[in-house]
């Protein structure tokens, strides 16, 4: 990036449903009122996998970021922890999207929803919704939840399904979560376990690797829900400038299905990447994904310099 803006990050809280989300503020020295991005993770993850990475690029662009946790995830608030409630996490970004709206020193009137994976749904069901976002970015996005939740072999799913009700029934009777892994090699009894997925992951986390270890599973229930969850369903409703990322490798949120959601978007662009699911956070394609990022921000949003 030619002349990056340096910045400064703040660690700040918002208030979302009973309790609070943590979340990174970055904000660009130099630039007035600019536009700010709220970004959030995928299924099961949490700020420190390579979403600093995303903000950091966003902020020498001249943008304002705001990068959270969910409730039950993070250094958000929630008990039990690692809970997956898509209610709860659709309640937390409107509460991040109405945090940033309130912030002094920024642009209200242009405020993105990006969102990677799990959270790609949850932007595009936002933006649905919300038609005062100014853009929208949904990186390798979940749309279809029959699709993403039967893409692993049917023996497993069958497990998943039982640990999912097995999970189910101990909350009904008070009992503490019963917990699956989210991300597992194959073969593993795991949410995910696509070749090398597990490895990647590994490399978002980085000098994070503790975290990652102490936090990469999920209440089982989720896989009670999944399958029911089809943010794509509501693309067409969508008025805000859209770029669609995806990944022509992805067995963890079918390319095909995405590619058809994309087209049904009103002002949706769609730009597609030889990779699997993971690899966008990670050289050699990250780098050529948040570019594309910053320029669809750019022409959109008509720049911040």
């Not at 990036?1 to 904000?27: I, K, Q």
Request: hydrophobic share 40%; charged share 20%; with cysteine.
């Amino acid at each position: 990036m030619a002349n990056p803006l340096s910045h400064v990050r703040h660690d700040v809280t918002f208030p979302s449903g009973d309790g609070r989300c943590a979340a990174w503020l970055y904000r660009p020295d130099g630039v007035e009122n600019p536009p700010v991005i709220v970004l959030a993770h995928g299924f099961g993850a949490f700020r420190e996998l390579r979403l600093d990475a995303y903000a950091q690029r966003f902020a020498q662009a001249g943008y304002a970021a705001l990068v959270f946790d969910y409730r039950h995830w993070g250094a958000s608030d929630g008990v039990p922890r690692r809970i997956l409630d898509i209610g709860k996490q659709h309640t937390d970004w409107r509460a991040a999207v109405a945090y940033a709206r309130g912030l002094d020193g920024v642009d209200s009137t242009r405020v993105v929803a990006w969102g990677s994976s799990f959270a790609g749904g949850h932007v595009l069901d936002l933006a649905a919704h919300d038609h005062g976002l100014a853009a929208v970015i949904a990186q390798v996005p979940h749309v279809d939840g029959p699709a993403s939740a039967f893409s692993p072999p049917p023996g497993l799913v069958v497990r998943l399904v039982l640990a999912a009700l097995r999970d189910q029934l101990g909350a009904l009777l008070g009992r503490e979560p019963y917990r699956v892994k989210s991300i597992g090699r194959p073969g593993e009894m795991a949410m995910m376990t696509s070749p090398g997925a597990y490895e990647l992951v590994q490399r978002m986390a980085g000098s994070n690797e503790q975290q990652f270890l102490s936090e990469k599973d999920v209440a089982a229930r989720i896989g009670l829900r999944m399958p029911f969850y089809s943010p794509g369903r509501s693309a067409a409703e969508i008025t805000a400038p859209t770029l669609v990322q995806v990944a022509r490798r992805d067995d963890v949120t079918p390319y095909a299905k995405a590619m058809r959601v994309a087209a049904r978007i009103p002002r949706g662009e769609v730009l597609t990447y030889d990779c699997s699911h993971f690899e966008p956070y990670l050289e050699p394609h990250f780098e050529a994904i948040v570019t594309d990022q910053i320029d669809f921000l750019d022409r959109h949003l008509g720049g911040v310099r």
